[in-house]
């Protein structure tokens, strides 16, 4: 088995390569931990199980676990409306409970999304009260809380300030003092900035068109993605899980059932994909649980199967590393695991290729874009720009969601009469999308868009102006104007664009809006944030 995991990581041991640290625990038993290639590409010095990395999203499970020590201490009930405890927060009309943003189940537009819409970068300084002040600025939500699923940053900011507000020390004093200290996970700590010096860390890494760089974020990061930790640490926290030893930190007995959701979404029910701060799923037929993250430079996850008490860990210092992808396939190569279903199978290059070609998708209703792409043999999609993997464990032509897609579950390529595909959601919400080549674009309607939209919840005007021979958007947010970035005609009345940092990634959709055939303003959507409007200043 350590052959075999060895040989699966050897890419990341080439000279001058950033890579991982993994390790792998059965029935408490440490089966295997190591370093695969270099924690300072710079200085030679190589991963090892004790070099500290960013785990971003992992954070959120000790966001999680800090809510319930307090409910514990009776200071809070999750049943608690946040208003009751951050009264400064809009009221919705509906009630937005302390369990809706533990479960991503709010409905609160994203906090980095909204800041990546005003035109701010991950690299630019940005403090968690300004943060604060563009949640509170929301003027509604994604979905009525508790309906549907869809991951949200905004909350876990939210309850960072709530846990320090009743506990009256910070989170990092509150997470150390409760949780770490108590375990000896002397390599853990919440790092608002990367700036900060830690011991024994890694520095991130990115590819970027063939060549490496260093990368880093100048955010504070709180409850939502600020710790940082070993995969010796990991191998500890993990190690209590199903154990018996600490049952008000075990996390399987306190994060992983899933999160019903109210009658009031399309499947009238039914439950999330997540708990408290855990992704909770199958794999190969077997329950599964656990988190990735996801930093400038760094890509992390833990799985764990407890029906094989098995749990994988892997922390890498490389935007390459495909963390959640590598504890799937460590898994895959364990002996004994009986797995009730067989290993996803590839679909077939030609298929991969035609969906590629035939892209991008559009769903009229949503605006959303959707575009395929070979992910290392398996069927990449994207979504607003939003990655995720489609896999099935037959070869035909439907697919469940094996990585990523946030609120979609599942999906289906239809050949007949017309290539489409549908994508169903957690909510029980099915979007349809067919190829933006197969109807009318609008690109003769592009001089109507020409103007300046004002946002009051972003704070931000986007200037749409011509480019060229098509249209590009300028962000006038509170950084200031950003770099102009191309939008494109997708349907009448819908562009389509790649906007503020991160570019090549995110898609957004602007849906403009007409009164006596002119435009008054458009609603954008993006990948978890949706309804923003925008009102014509100047057209």
Same mark, same amino acid.
């Given at each position: %088995?350590?052959?075999?995991?060895?040989?699966?990581?050897?890419?990341?041991?080439?000279?001058?390569?950033?890579?991982?640290?993994?390790?792998?625990?059965?029935?408490?038993?440490?089966?295997?931990?190591?370093?695969?290639?270099?924690?300072?590409?710079?200085?030679?010095?190589?991963?090892?199980?004790?070099?500290?990395?960013?785990?971003?999203?992992?954070?959120?499970?000790?966001?999680?676990?800090?809510?319930? +020590?307090?409910?514990?201490? @009776?200071?809070?009930?999750?049943?608690?409306?946040?208003?009751?405890?951050?009264?400064?927060?809009?009221?919705?009309?509906?009630?937005?409970?302390?369990?809706?943003? +533990?479960?991503?189940?709010?409905?609160?537009?994203?906090?980095?999304?909204?800041?990546?819409?005003?035109?701010?970068?991950?690299?630019?300084?940005?403090?968690?009260?300004?943060?604060?002040?563009?949640?509170?600025?929301?003027?509604?939500?994604?979905?009525?809380?508790?309906?549907?699923?869809?991951?949200?940053?905004?909350?876990?900011?939210?309850?960072?300030?709530?846990?320090?507000?009743?506990?009256?020390?910070?989170?990092?004093? $509150?997470?150390?003092?409760? /949780?770490? @200290?108590?375990?000896? %996970?002397?390599?853990?700590?919440?790092?608002?900035?990367?700036?900060?010096?830690?011991?024994?860390?890694?520095?991130?890494?990115?590819?970027?068109?063939?060549?490496?760089?260093?990368?880093?974020?100048?955010?504070?990061?709180?409850?939502?993605?600020?710790?940082?930790?070993?995969?010796?640490?990991? +191998?500890?926290?993990?190690? /209590?899980?199903?154990?018996?030893?600490?049952?008000?930190?075990?996390?399987?007995?306190?994060?992983?059932?899933?999160?019903?959701?109210?009658?009031?979404?399309?499947?009238?029910?039914?439950?999330?994909?997540?708990?408290?701060?855990?992704?909770?799923?199958?794999?190969?037929?077997?329950?599964?649980?656990?988190?990735?993250?996801?930093?400038?430079?760094?890509?992390? #996850?833990?799985?764990?199967?407890?029906?094989?008490?098995?749990?994988?860990?892997?922390?890498?210092?490389?935007?390459?590393?495909?963390?959640?992808?590598?504890?799937?396939?460590?898994?895959?190569?364990?002996?004994? +695991?009986?797995?009730?279903?067989?290993? $996803?199978?590839?679909?077939?290059?030609?298929? /991969?290729?035609?969906?590629?070609?035939?892209?991008?998708?559009?769903?009229?209703?949503? @605006?959303?874009?959707?575009? $395929?792409?070979?992910?290392?043999?398996?069927?990449?999609?994207?979504?607003?720009?939003?990655? $995720?993997?489609?896999? #099935?464990?037959?070869?035909? %032509?439907?697919?469940?969601?094996?990585?990523?897609?946030?609120?979609?579950?599942?999906?289906?390529?239809?050949?007949?009469?017309?290539?489409?595909?549908?994508?169903?959601?957690?909510?029980?919400?099915?979007?349809?999308?067919?190829?933006?080549?197969?109807?009318?674009?609008?690109?003769?309607?592009?001089?109507?868009? =020409?103007?300046?939209?004002?946002?009051?919840?972003?704070?931000?005007?986007?200037?749409?102006?011509?480019?060229?021979?098509?249209?590009?958007?300028? =962000?006038?947010?509170?950084?200031?104007?950003?770099?102009?970035?191309?939008?494109?005609?997708?349907?009448?009345?819908?562009?389509?664009?790649?906007?503020?940092?991160?570019?090549?990634?995110?898609?957004?959709?602007?849906?403009?809006?007409?009164?006596?055939?002119?435009?008054?303003?458009?609603?954008?959507?993006?990948?978890?944030?949706?309804?923003?409007?925008?009102?014509?200043?100047?057209?």
């Amino acid at each position: %088995m350590i052959e075999a995991v060895d040989a699966l990581l050897e890419r990341w041991t080439q000279p001058g390569s950033p890579g991982c640290a993994v390790a792998v625990i059965r029935d408490g038993a440490v089966l295997h931990k190591r370093g695969y290639g270099l924690a300072h590409v710079e200085l030679g010095v190589p991963n090892a199980p004790d070099t500290v990395f960013r785990i971003a999203s992992i954070t959120k499970q000790f966001t999680c676990l800090a809510v319930l +020590m307090l409910a514990r201490d @009776g200071k809070l009930s999750v049943e608690d409306e946040v208003r009751q405890h951050l009264p400064e927060l809009p009221d919705y009309g509906v009630p937005l409970r302390i369990r809706h943003l +533990m479960s991503n189940t709010s409905g609160l537009r994203d906090s980095l999304e909204a800041f990546r819409l005003t035109g701010i970068t991950l690299m630019d300084r940005r403090s968690v009260a300004e943060m604060m002040t563009i949640i509170l600025r929301q003027e509604g939500t994604n979905f009525p809380p508790g309906s549907a699923y869809l991951y949200s940053n905004a909350g876990y900011v939210l309850l960072s300030v709530l846990i320090e507000r009743l506990s009256g020390v910070s989170l990092r004093d $509150f997470l150390q003092a409760r /949780i770490f @200290g108590p375990l000896g %996970m002397a390599s853990t700590a919440l790092l608002p900035f990367d700036a900060e010096p830690f011991p024994h860390r890694a520095q991130g890494y990115a590819p970027v068109e063939g060549a490496l760089w260093r990368t880093g974020s100048g955010f504070e990061v709180c409850g939502e993605g600020g710790l940082v930790s070993s995969v010796e640490d990991m +191998m500890t926290w993990m190690g /209590i899980w199903g154990a018996g030893s600490h049952p008000p930190l075990d996390p399987l007995e306190n994060l992983a059932q899933p999160a019903p959701l109210t009658a009031s979404g399309p499947a009238g029910g039914g439950h999330a994909r997540y708990g408290y701060g855990l992704m909770v799923e199958r794999y190969r037929g077997l329950s599964a649980c656990g988190h990735s993250g996801l930093l400038p430079g760094f890509t992390s #996850n833990i799985l764990h199967i407890p029906e094989r008490r098995l749990s994988v860990i892997c922390l890498a210092n490389s935007l390459g590393v495909n963390a959640y992808l590598t504890t799937r396939l460590i898994a895959d190569l364990m002996p004994d +695991m009986d797995f009730p279903e067989p290993p $996803f199978a590839k679909p077939s290059p030609a298929l /991969i290729e035609r969906l590629a070609k035939a892209g991008p998708f559009v769903d009229e209703d949503s @605006g959303a874009t959707l575009t $395929f792409s070979d992910a290392e043999g398996r069927l990449g999609a994207t979504r607003f720009g939003t990655p $995720f993997t489609l896999a #099935n464990s037959d070869g035909a %032509m439907a697919y469940t969601v094996f990585q990523g897609g946030y609120d979609v579950v599942s999906a289906e390529v239809a050949e007949e009469p017309s290539l489409a595909l549908r994508l169903a959601r957690v909510d029980g919400g099915i979007e349809t999308y067919r190829p933006v080549a197969s109807g009318p674009t609008g690109a003769d309607l592009l001089d109507d868009y =020409i103007g300046r939209y004002r946002s009051a919840e972003l704070m931000s005007d986007w200037v749409i102006e011509r480019a060229g021979d098509g249209l590009a958007v300028r =962000i006038e947010g509170p950084r200031g104007p950003a770099l102009p970035c191309p939008l494109e005609p997708t349907r009448p009345d819908l562009l389509t664009g790649r906007v503020g940092w991160f570019g090549a990634q995110f898609r957004d959709a602007l849906r403009f809006h007409r009164e006596d055939g002119r435009i008054r303003g458009f609603t954008l959507n993006a990948s978890r944030s949706r309804g923003i409007r925008f009102v014509a200043v100047t057209n």
